[in-house]
């Protein structure tokens, strides 16, 4: 089937070039990836991409369907196409590196019908070194003024049934646990009816992006959106017999469709990250690149930072959000009312303060101050939330004022329970109240199904919500973090008060999940899909990894050392220290690993990622802005393995005062997780050694001039 389509499009080619001398191809600054466009014999449009001489997208088809309008597929012709180039550089004003270059080729084909209707659409390809985007257009035109999409069906056609690193195409959460099969293998609607997870809509086998493949011959694909705004988000409908995915955008029910457009519009970017190397995927930028630059200026009100907050003790179960009830993060019930273990008081507010101070942590988040918690989990979620009134038992002025006197940041909680109706009647006064009291950055939340009913966390009504957050936040000098949020796309380029965001598995599943938590491969896993896309928001820096005096069925299944590493590993300028203060203790002092979590910078010069593999290991090495020290995190997966560190990426000339902290001897992620050693060391370009990392282990290394 596959192979008939292939050799019927390869003669179109031929025939249609001779015909016409548009340019119809665009390759990559290095050359090395290279696509062709064209029309089959209907006028249909269709893509190819070869990769070092090799096809790897074969022919891949493009269409839309409209609700009471004709299919746009067939009968195009083209009428004009043009070619570009472009080499600029931009600086992110916080980031994983200062320094941007955006490179890339561009064409541009202009598409007509021939039939009466005479529909335009645009085809606008972006071809870089390290991947490809590419968007639809539609320009301003007379038969085409505002359109209700039903489906939009771009072809990705595989060339080999490529190993898959996948997670359902959820319409509502990304929180699923990543897996690694075989593309013929992948079974998204196996992972229905997840007992974690508080909203999931699986309707049928597709995959949610960054979806991430290894061809046989090595080369890693992944594939994703860019500038997602005002559409519907993309999950991957598969096709395990013929190796092929097309487009599903995310539905709506009210709507009855995917997406409403006003033309003139222009698409998300569909893109295609292409390595020859894994960590290559980590260094690119292309999704960032394909995004407009930053419209909201100055955004210095946001420094990147560290955080502690009133959150884990919550997920473990030692205190709630809510003042009455007592409610049950393992069964989302409500407990008794008047048995309260209220988390957010005024007294461990100031504890947590206090330990922030003490430990060069800069933030404070406070989840559970405001009241609406009691029926947060309800079927009544709409109207519940107060966005400005505490709690009886949390002064708020009184933690404001101990907070600014030890010189610690507030960072206010706004979850909606998933009424953004509710949300968005709010957050005007919401945002006044936290800039009165010099608060700066907000962490959102959505848990629980999107009322109303019939709207998902990933269609275009919320896509339009998170913007309107991120845009009335920017007006008013406020930078989010949106838990449940829609996938990053690289707007943070554009809009950069878009600090950090969840989607994907937290630390928090470690907690109350009921099905053993994060296994040691997930965040080798999550390092080359989700962080693909942009920051986020994982919280490590858990000490007590099995917390039994709280709950004696779940625990973190990673060693201590490599909750250290997660601080490089991952990228976000906002970093949670997540344990609760006791947990950091150790015979009265503070436990001396958390130096490291003091000393680790934020706010990145560079990255560079040193070696990993997909799903098994990774080494990261970031240097800090301004004071140009190096950090480096490593992490394995459930094998304990030998890594060869060498230092050549150091500045010639320059020694380093460095410090080791790595697994102990008898490591394990559950025999024996806490079993650290902390080792100081001169480190030069010259230096080389080799660190055994256990099982579900890692090591972190600060190196300071
Ligand atoms: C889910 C978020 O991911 C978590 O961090 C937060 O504590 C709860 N919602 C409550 O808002
Ligand atoms: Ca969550």
Same mark, same amino acid.
């Given at each position: ?46 893509? @190819? ?29 083209? %009428? ?5 180039? &472009? ?52 320009? +301003? ?8 999409? !039903? #489906? ?11 190993? =898959? ?58 594939? *994703? ?33 995917? &997406? ?47 955080? %502690? ?10 205190? @709630? ?25 005024? +007294? ?60 610690? $940041? %507030?960072?206010? *909680? ?10 968005? /009647?709010?957050? #005007? ?19 629980? /199904? ?12 919320? =896509? ?11 007006? /008013? ?5 949106? *838990? ?40 080798? !896993? ?41 601080? =490089? ?23 001396? &690993? ?18 990993? $593999? ?60 806490? #079993? ?5 060391? @001169? ?23």
């Amino acid at each position: 089937m596959k192979k008939i389509a292939f050799i019927l499009c390869a003669t179109m080619f031929m025939v249609s070039c001779k015909d016409q001398s548009y340019p119809l191809n665009a390759e990559s600054p290095n050359s090395k990836i290279n696509i062709h466009f064209n029309l089959n014999n209907e006028g249909q449009p269709y893509y @190819t991409v070869n990769f070092n001489n090799k096809t790897i997208i074969d022919t891949s088809y493009m269409s839309f369907q409209f609700k009471d309008l004709p299919t746009l597929k067939n009968d195009f012709k083209i %009428v004009n196409s043009i070619v570009g180039t &472009a080499d600029e550089t931009w600086q992110m004003p916080w980031g994983e590196q200062l320094n941007v270059r955006n490179h890339y080729n561009e064409l541009v084909i202009n598409l007509e019908e021939q039939s009466e209707t005479k529909r335009k659409l645009n085809i606008h390809f972006k071809v870089y070194d390290d991947g490809l985007g590419f968007r639809y257009e539609f320009p +301003e035109q007379d038969h085409l003024k505002e359109v209700l999409i !039903t #489906d939009e069906n771009t072809e990705f056609n595989l060339t080999g049934d490529h190993k =898959v690193w996948w997670i359902p195409g959820d319409w509502d959460i990304y929180e699923h646990l990543y897996n690694e099969t075989k593309f013929s293998e992948i079974n998204a609607l196996s992972k229905q009816n997840n007992p974690n997870l508080n909203a999931t809509y699986i309707p049928e086998n597709a995959v949610n992006t960054p979806v991430t493949m290894k061809t046989d011959e090595g080369v890693y694909l992944s594939f *994703h959106e860019a500038d997602l705004t005002n559409y519907a988000g993309m999950t991957l409908k598969v096709d395990t017999e013929n190796l092929n995915m097309v487009s599903e955008l995310v539905g709506s029910d009210i709507l009855g469709g995917k &997406a409403k457009i006003s033309i003139p519009f222009n698409t998300p970017w569909r893109t295609i990250q292409m390595a020859e190397k894994a960590g290559d995927l980590i260094e690119s930028k292309m999704i960032l690149n394909l995004n407009d630059p930053n419209i909201i200026g100055d955004v210095s009100y946001f420094t990147p930072m560290k955080y %502690v907050g009133i959150w884990w003790e919550m997920h473990i179960g030692k205190s @709630t959000w809510d003042l009455e009830g007592s409610q049950d993060m393992n069964t989302f019930t409500t407990g008794k009312v008047g048995t309260s273990r209220h988390g957010a008081t005024t +007294e461990n507010a100031k504890k947590y303060i206090d330990f922030a101070s003490q430990n060069g942590i800069k933030g404070l988040l406070v989840e559970g101050w405001n009241t609406g918690w009691d029926k947060w989990i309800s079927n009544e979620r709409e109207g519940v939330f107060d966005f400005m009134t505490p709690y009886s038992d949390y002064n708020f002025e009184e933690v404001m004022s101990y907070a600014k006197e030890k010189g610690v $940041e %507030v960072i206010m *909680h706004h979850e909606t329970s998933a009424a953004p109706r509710t949300y968005e /009647k709010q957050m #005007d006064v919401a945002y006044d109240f936290m800039k009165a009291n010099g608060i700066n950055s907000v962490k959102t939340g959505y848990v629980g /199904k999107i009322i109303p009913k019939g709207e998902y966390h990933h269609g275009q009504w919320m =896509v339009n919500h998170y913007q309107k957050v991120l845009e009335e936040a920017a007006n /008013k000098k406020i930078a989010v973090n949106a *838990h449940e949020p829609i996938k990053a796309t690289g707007k943070r380029r554009t809009y950069p008060n878009a600090i950090s965001r969840e989607g994907m598995r937290g630390q928090e599943f470690n907690a109350w999940a009921t099905d053993g938590g994060n296994p040691p491969s997930h965040l080798p !896993t999550v390092a080359f899909t989700r962080m693909l896309s942009g920051p986020f928001d994982f919280t490590p820096g858990v000490f007590n990894i099995k917390f039994n005096e709280y709950k004696k069925d779940n625990q973190v299944n990673t060693t201590l050392a490599q909750q250290l590493a997660l601080y =490089v590993v991952i990228y976000s300028p906002i970093e949670m220290a997540s344990d609760l203060p006791e947990h950091y203790m150790l015979h009265g002092k503070v436990h001396p &690993a958390f130096q490291f979590i003091t000393d680790v910078g934020v706010d990145w010069q560079q990255s560079k990622v040193l070696n990993g $593999e997909v799903g098994d290991f990774v080494t990261i090495a970031r240097q800090e802005r301004e004071t140009g020290n190096w950090f480096i995190g490593g992490i394995t997966d459930e094998h304990s393995r030998t890594i060869e560190l060498s230092f050549d990426f150091l500045e010639e000339g320059q020694t380093f005062q460095a410090v080791l902290y790595k697994d102990g001897k008898n490591a394990h992620w559950n025999n024996n997780p806490t #079993d650290i050693e902390i080792e100081n060391l @001169t480190i030069n370009k010259d230096s080389k050694f080799t660190i055994q990392l256990a099982a579900g282990g890692g090591f972190a290394i600060s190196l300071k001039k």
